[in-house]
């Protein structure tokens, strides 16, 4: 089995193209349905991530006790609570106007409300979709599978990032081997017709044929939260046209490189899920300077 690492000029050709008469809708909009009662902060750490990573236009649909909590984090976010929330306000993706969604963090699989909103993104969007959080473990009930498959006879890109214990759940249904996380995220990506980032301190993207390792992390990013912060970069990549599998790699990759460079100035151990966003920008122009390696099979 090879796994791939991508090169400094690949990651380079991955990023969105940002074109000087571009407006906030044709940067991209990012919807963020995140934030239960339990665990407001997610949706503010995924919204700030993807206003970061250049999402022309960020909406948070959250849960009400998470409103507040959205708002303070950056004034510039468009915030309303989910109680009234409509079939239009999933996005969907038109020429000139890319849109992305991303569904799940902070959310309480326990959580009727949680559960309804997992349940219509995957029946209503039409764009790009990433599940994560909470949301993985609706995605493996057997009314989450079958909304799954119908987006992927759609034609419709749907994008998982779990960490290995969600990975794990989400294995279970199928009885797939769990011991290795890159075949894991193959194996995964078979079965859910998605792309699949299997998150860890390495970590792994795999569309069901080709694999590919970020390794580039730091113990720093083993906080809290974390996960929130990746969840909305790439969310904000696919929302400005990203290909899926690109914008997995690409967005792990400067997470991995935005963590370091906060560890650099605030040591490994005091590194907050919500310092890395404000180091995305080294993160971003290190991708800009640096020259290209390889770009060849790991073992």
């Known amino acids: 089995m090879l796994i791939w690492k991508y090169s400094d000029a690949k990651l380079r050709a991955a990023m969105p193209e940002l074109r000087a008469d571009a407006n906030k809708y044709t940067r991209g909009k990012l919807t963020v349905i995140a934030g239960s009662k339990r665990y407001p902060g997610a949706a503010a750490l995924a919204a700030v991530a993807g206003q970061r990573m250049g999402a022309g236009y960020t909406e948070v649909i959250c849960s009400p006790q998470a409103v507040g ?64 959080g909470g949301a993985l473990s609706i995605l493996a009930t057997e009314r989450g599978r079958e909304l799954l498959r119908r987006r992927f006879e759609l034609g419709l890109q749907t994008v ?15 009885s797939l081997p769990t011991s290795d996380p890159a075949e894991l995220s193959r194996l995964l990506s078979l079965a859910y017709g998605a792309i699949v980032l299997v998150k860890g301190p390495k970590s792994y993207v795999s569309d069901g044929e080709q694999i590919a390792v970020v390794s580039d992390g730091s113990a720093a990013l083993a906080k809290a939260g974390s996960g929130d912060v990746l969840a909305g970069m790439i969310g904000a990549l696919l929302a400005q046209g990203a290909g899926p599998f690109d914008a997995c790699v690409l967005g792990a990759t400067l997470h991995a490189w935005a963590g370091c460079a906060a560890a650099a100035d605030l040591t490994e151990t005091c590194v907050v899920a919500e310092d890395v966003p404000r180091y995305l920008p080294a993160a971003i122009k290190r991708l800009g300077r640096e020259e290209p390696n390889a770009f060849g099979a790991l073992a």
């Open 69 to 132: 909590v959205v708002r303070v984090a950056s004034p510039s976010l468009v915030v309303r609570s989910w109680k009234k929330l409509r079939a239009s306000d999933f996005p969907c993706s038109r020429e000139g106007h890319p849109a992305a969604c991303v569904v799940g963090p902070g959310f309480d699989p326990a959580d009727d409300a949680c559960v309804d909103a997992t349940l219509r993104a995957l029946k209503k969007t039409r764009s790009p979709l990433l599940v994560d």
């Open 160 to 174: 998982a990032t779990p960490h290995m214990g969600e990975a794990a759940r989400l294995a279970a249904p199928f």
